[in-house]
């Protein structure tokens, strides 16, 4: 069976994609405060890690390798 996947905007189909590898920021979400950031529980950094990965290489067959673009890349000063 043949599933297609099917990604844009409420405007146009995306052409690039922004995403952010989580990292040790994440240490910073209590209990407390998980639902003030919109998180249903405490997160475990490595495991977020690898979903991210696995969410990139969906991002990359959707709209190419080349347009999936990781914060951390646009910030860095050459």
């Given at each position: 069976?043949?599933?297609?996947?099917f990604?844009?905007?409420?405007?146009f189909?995306l052409k690039?994609?922004?995403?952010?590898?989580p990292d040790?920021?994440?240490?910073?979400?209590?209990?407390?405060?998980?639902?003030?950031l919109?998180?249903?529980?405490i997160?475990?950094?490595?495991?977020?890690?690898?979903?991210?990965?696995?969410?990139?290489?969906?991002?990359?067959?959707?709209?190419?390798?080349?347009?999936?673009?990781?914060?951390?890349?646009?910030?860095?000063?050459?």
């Open positions: 069976m043949d599933q297609r996947v990604s844009d905007s409420e405007i189909p690039k994609v922004i995403i952010h590898k040790e920021g994440i240490a910073r979400i209590s209990p407390r405060r998980a639902g003030e919109l998180f249903d529980d997160v475990h950094l490595p495991s977020m890690q690898k979903e991210h990965l696995v969410y990139r290489k969906v991002l990359d067959s959707l709209v190419g390798q080349e347009y999936v673009l990781e914060t951390e890349q646009l910030i860095k000063k050459d």
